[in-house]
């Protein structure tokens, strides 16, 4: 009677081993095959990963001409190519460099000649504003005050717009203010001149060392620098002696 219980149990426990052999396959079939939309979505990604990736034009113009960024900003970048650039100031022929340091000798001369010219009149200019003569010494101490201030600016801002027009447009202006400094009537307004008079020749006065390392290498800066500095000093030397009698 035992004997035929536990060949029951054994021919049960088979049957049940064989029917799970037979689903999990099917199983396998009905529920771990992938959807279309997932099929749908790999191939895409695919598609993507081995199709090549198209730049846009515009970090494609960047990428060819490092300059492009630039314009967004409206900035002008002047890069050289090398040491023989011609578009280097340090390269342009040795006249022209020349002419450039002729003319700005001339503007140094002119425009620090004006802040020591006006003493040599003192005297003279005291009894026509019916001041002290050491009250009119103020005129040449703004004069020197506006070039002092304006020496804070001019060069950052020829830098930025170029030393050629800051030559120009200061000196435009410094000769008008030259003009209403010998023209005004008061004192007051002989001062105000005066100091203007020093803030538009500070331009020339405090870069144009600057305009010579620009033209010049190191070795012949040694040559023309001394130029600049007799420019600068010539003044005192009293090249006009006829003013003395004023």
Request: hydrophobic letters at 40%; glycine letters at 6%.
């Amino acid at each position: 009677m035992e004997e035929e219980i536990r060949q029951k149990s054994r021919k049960a426990k088979q049957k049940q081993h064989s029917d799970d052999a037979e689903k999990e396959p099917s199983d396998l079939e009905s529920g771990n095959s992938p959807s279309p939309l997932d099929a749908a979505a790999a191939a895409r990604l695919a598609s993507a990963l081995s199709s090549p990736r198209k730049e846009p034009q515009e970090e494609k113009d960047k990428r060819e001409d490092p300059n492009m960024g630039h314009a967004a900003n409206d900035r002008i970048v002047v890069c050289t190519s090398g040491d023989d650039d011609p578009l280097d100031p340090r390269n342009w022929s040795l006249t022209s460099r020349c002419k450039n340091i002729a003319i700005l000798s001339m503007l140094i001369f002119v425009q620090a000649w004006a802040g020591a010219s006006e003493s040599m009149a003192n005297t003279k200019a005291s009894q026509e504003l019916h001041v002290g003569k050491t009250t009119e010494t103020l005129s040449t101490a703004m004069y020197l005050f506006g070039v002092a201030s304006g020496s804070l600016f001019v060069g950052p801002l020829s830098e930025t717009v170029g030393k050629n027009p800051t030559y120009l447009i200061s000196t435009f202006c410094f000769l008008f203010f030259v003009a209403g400094s010998a023209l005004t009537p008061t004192f007051g307004g002989q001062v105000v001149c005066r100091y203007f008079v020093g803030l538009f020749s500070s331009a020339t006065l405090a870069v144009n060392g600057s305009s010579v390392g620009d033209q010049f290498r190191p070795v012949k800066r040694s040559f023309v620098f001394p130029v600049i500095a007799w420019a600068n000093v010539a003044r005192m030397n009293q090249p006009f002696p006829f003013l003395k009698s004023c």
